[in-house]
């Protein structure tokens, strides 16, 4: 087990520490990971996933999200293979943006418009813009904690930040309307916007949910001073329903942004909105040297349909709640207190009695050398290409797991990554 | 020849215009363009565009850049498809990540580093964002309106922009170091960093180049007060040389930020920088949902080979010095005196004589209706694959364009659209 091949990953590691800063960033980085988590990856097909040694795993990150039908989905690469021999980033956009905006605003209830993008900070940072631009207004208002991208406005690292990125942005408590109503007060007839991921999904801490009279209470609070509420649906959408997250709740946003899953891996997010922030839209200029790329606008028009006409979602939702019901099953005969928070399809699982994260780190470490890439720390991501054979793997990698946590759990070494120890802290403080 | 097709193109339009804000947005938009000027394309091969409607064209503006080598170039698109075949989107990067930052900090003198993104902006603005970080100090020097992005930092519309988005941004003339010695001033010891594009390339103006004791003044203005200099290669980057632009004049910069050609119209782009600035890069958290897909990058090493092995650059800039001798001895024939500005292989035509631009536009459209897709205010970008036959197409249809405009000029109609004034304004006022 511990005998895996891991030598073309290390060699792969030293090369990018000598041209990459850190040799590697941002979130795919496995610095703040266990020692047994491959870095570099050599292939990927449906529910699977193969690191650079060659060994396999059933992937529950899904390329933290973009995975929703499965990697190489057959329909949506012959659509985006189609349209690659014609053209992609051209002198203009192709017809496929026309269909994608038709087809995208017509799952959406709220949205009579869309604008296509890259990343989802393109998205989420189009969304502040607009509702500045929407009212003349300044002050956006943010849930502690919760994270809309790694702009200078957002990113969750202060380093070559300066306070002028962030002055006008007001933080108050998810799930807390109290909390809300006085940053709104604080804001003092200043107010352009208020952002709201679909639940709350920090990184190192449990997940939750809103309650719908939170939601509600949201959607009134912008009423009422005029300020557009942004659902940020880039971590989540298309996961818990095939209408904007919200909707679950009774609630229809002015804006949403929406990334990741959009065309199933094909690089493109989006800024959805109602027909009252459209002039404001409108007046902004925003664009990216690929945003009128073709291919990704293809793959969405094919993602979208299946989407729209397939029970990927109800498939899905009853995987993740077996894997979960499973899990849990699991851990209780092994005598383990575990939380899984969140949807089943976007499972965050942590443990009990674990300040460090030493036990959580081993289970996931364990389940990876077991060929199941189960996170510790980020929530994850199930796909619809889950199949039984894939599930079984599953459990019975996630028992063999417990069974080696059991047996290392009075000899485990505490943790020591600094950088870990100040992100518990910082949730814990959150 | 204006009763060209474009049935299609106008059906679009029309749909776009219900769910896009405006119908379209960003720098591939048409609003500021003559009629003639198709915003939907089909296809796209070597040097060549054909729009929604068929009709096909010589491109010179080769999707605003990335097409350096030829639209659908086969080695290009063969390293692409089977990395595809692979993986794209992953939960980690792929040994292509390694093997591209490996080959492109080779090629480029100052680096020793390279971080990839997705958009030109996501580049400059983790320039700025790294600079401040290496310093703790917080003034970036920009020449006036330069373009350096689309993010709040540095877009050109000001709408739902704040003061405080750019309020550590300090202004000085491209190619005057004593205006940038007066900024250094203005920033009284609280400088991060200098942006600097290879020459100065702005919509509605001449393009002009800075001489080599400017980029050696501004080198030893950022020595002298330990800044960095940034030197903004998406537009210019490899259509100049294999290098980066200023090593031209003797220059090295600490960072430059890269996009557009690099993965020749698969979406990347990248931020390289010396040895001096890897710590601060290392400390900033940045990251996109698609930053590491391994199709771009797979791309990029393929671009990058060919542009190490062949002569793509002295046949590009030969072509282009031939189109621009041809159209500049057909001006002169037809009686109008034009400048040509910029390396011919970044050509500006602008002419004498036309203060509303509306000389200019009608024979842009004119060659357009000859399907030579030339840009009446945009620099434009030339293709390493053009052939003969495009060359002949190109000077045919620029020396009837020319005829057009001689017949047509007694009775040509004022420019009438209130933006486009307005950028001929602010072009005079810079």
Redo the contacts between chains.
């Keep these: 087990m511990t005998n895996r091949i891991n030598s073309?990953n290390r060699e792969?590691v030293e090369?990018?520490r000598?041209?990459?800063?850190?040799g590697?960033?941002?979130?795919?980085s496995?610095a703040l990971l266990p020692d047994d988590f491959?870095?570099?990856?050599?292939?990927?097909?449906g529910a699977r996933?193969w690191?650079?040694d060659g060994n396999e795993y059933v992937?529950y990150?899904?390329?933290?999200?973009?995975?929703l039908l499965g990697?190489?989905h057959p329909v949506v690469?012959q659509a985006a293979r189609a349209q690659?021999?014609?053209?992609?980033?051209?002198?203009?956009?192709?017809?496929a943006?026309?269909t994608l905006?038709?087809d995208f605003?017509g799952m959406i209830s709220h949205a009579?418009?869309?604008?296509f993008c890259?990343?989802?900070?393109?998205a989420t940072?189009m969304a502040?813009?607009?509702?500045?631009?929407h009212s003349g207004r300044?002050k956006i208002l943010v849930a502690k904690g919760a994270y809309h991208g790694?702009?200078?406005?957002n990113?969750?690292?202060l380093?070559?930040?300066?306070p002028?990125?962030r002055?006008?942005i007001i933080y108050f408590e998810y799930n807390n309307l109290q909390s809300l109503a006085d940053a709104v007060k604080l804001a003092d007839g200043d107010i352009a916007g208020v952002f709201a991921t679909p639940f709350r999904h920090e990184v190192f801490a449990d997940q939750t949910d809103p309650s719908a009279d939170y939601a509600k209470g949201v959607r009134k609070l912008c009423d009422d001073v005029d300020a557009l509420l942004i659902v940020d649906e880039?971590r989540a959408g298309f996961r818990l329903t095939r209408d904007c997250s919200w909707s679950l709740l009774g609630v229809e946003p002015d804006l949403s942004a929406w990334?990741?899953v959009l065309g199933n891996?094909?690089?493109i997010?989006a800024l959805l909105?109602s027909e009252k922030a459209?002039?404001?839209?409108?007046?902004?200029?925003?664009?990216?040297?690929?945003?009128?790329?073709a291919v990704?606008m293809a793959a969405s028009v094919a993602t979208l349909k299946l989407i729209r006409e397939t029970d990927y979602l109800e498939k899905m939702i009853a995987i993740a709640e077996r894997v979960r019901a499973g899990i849990g099953e699991q851990a209780a005969a092994h005598g383990f207190s575990i939380r899984q928070t969140g949807p089943a399809q976007m499972p965050q699982i942590l443990f009990d009695e674990d300040p460090d994260m030493r036990v959580g780190y081993h289970w996931a470490a364990a389940c990876v050398r077991r060929g199941v890439?189960m996170h510790p720390y980020h929530n994850m991501f199930v796909t619809s290409a889950l199949r039984e054979e894939d599930i079984r793997k599953t459990l019975d990698g996630t028992d063999a797991a417990f069974a080696d946590l059991r047996q290392a759990l009075p000899n485990l070494e505490p943790q020591t990554k600094p950088a870990v120890l100040a992100r518990i802290e910082r949730a814990r403080a959150a």
Tied chains: 1, 2.
């Design positions: 073309k792969l090369r990018a000598q041209v990459i800063p850190g590697m960033y941002g979130h795919e496995v491959p870095q570099f990856f050599g292939k990927a097909e996933l690191d650079v992937d990150m899904c390329a933290f999200g973009p995975n990697y190489q690469e690659a021999l014609l053209g992609d980033t051209m002198t203009g956009p192709s017809e943006m026309v905006a038709e605003v009579s418009w869309a604008m890259k990343n989802g900070s393109d940072s502040m813009v607009t509702a500045r631009a300044r790694a702009s200078p406005w990113t969750p690292n380093k070559g930040i300066l002028e990125d002055a006008h880039v990334g990741k891996g094909h690089p997010s909105g459209r002039a404001a839209a409108q007046s902004i200029f925003v664009t990216g040297s690929f945003w009128f790329s990704p890439y």
